[in-house]
């Protein structure tokens, strides 16, 4: 993996006149996992919509490589930061399978070409999460720990190097929640994932 700088830089975010976060610096530790551990609503999850791209600063910046994030192409920011939110919405009808490829998207073409390479992300993907049987499978027929682990496969998928997980062991049983942090660990140390 390479390596990549992640800050945030008196950073201001927050929803319609109301500041969530309120002139924030921070930088998230390159090849280390990192925990944000707050009470409920003390902006965890705005925190790591920011960092993602996902919510304009209203001051301050975030920055990717010294580049502000929003400055960057979403394809390109979407290469080198992943994101998982809190409670993700799947399409009608899409089965694991087609939501886990959706995280390949940043890394095809304009035409959207599929390569050997997509489907050999998937698969290890799925294969790491315990969701490969699952494959044929709507979303909607799937229990919520179920579901929860067909979406970290689509963010495993995205394969980037600094993957934002927003309260990932949700939903899951307590064997589910130790696996997933053990691949998380695995990840991390094996690939240097962030």
């Not at 800050?7 to 530790?29: C, F, K, M, N, W």
């Not at 050999?120 to 229990?143: F, H, K, N, Q, Y």
């Not at 929640?177 to 053990?182: C, G, H, P, T």
């Amino acid at each position: 993996m390479t390596s990549h700088d992640l800050r945030a830089e008196d950073l201001t975010l927050g929803y319609a006149d109301v500041d969530i976060v309120s002139h924030l610096d921070v930088q998230v530790p390159d090849g280390r996992i990192t925990v944000i551990v707050g009470a409920n609503a003390c902006g965890k999850s705005t925190l790591l919509r920011g960092l993602a791209r996902l919510l304009k600063p209203r001051s301050g910046a975030v920055l990717l490589d010294g580049k502000a994030v929003q400055d960057l192409r979403s394809v390109d920011v979407a290469k080198v930061v992943g994101l998982l939110p809190q409670t993700p919405v799947a399409p009608d009808g899409i089965t694991v399978a087609d939501l886990v490829g959706r995280g390949r998207y940043p890394h095809q073409g304009f035409f959207r070409r599929w390569s050997p390479e997509d489907d050999a992300a998937v698969e290890a993907a799925m294969e790491a999460t315990g969701t490969a049987d699952l494959a044929e499978r709507p979303i909607s027929a799937l229990s919520g720990g179920q579901r929860q682990r067909v979406w970290v496969a689509m963010a495993l998928a995205q394969d980037t190097d600094l993957v934002l997980l927003d309260e990932p062991t949700t939903y899951l049983d307590i064997t589910h929640q130790v696996e997933l942090l053990d691949l998380l660990t695995d990840l991390n140390r094996a690939h240097g994932k962030t």
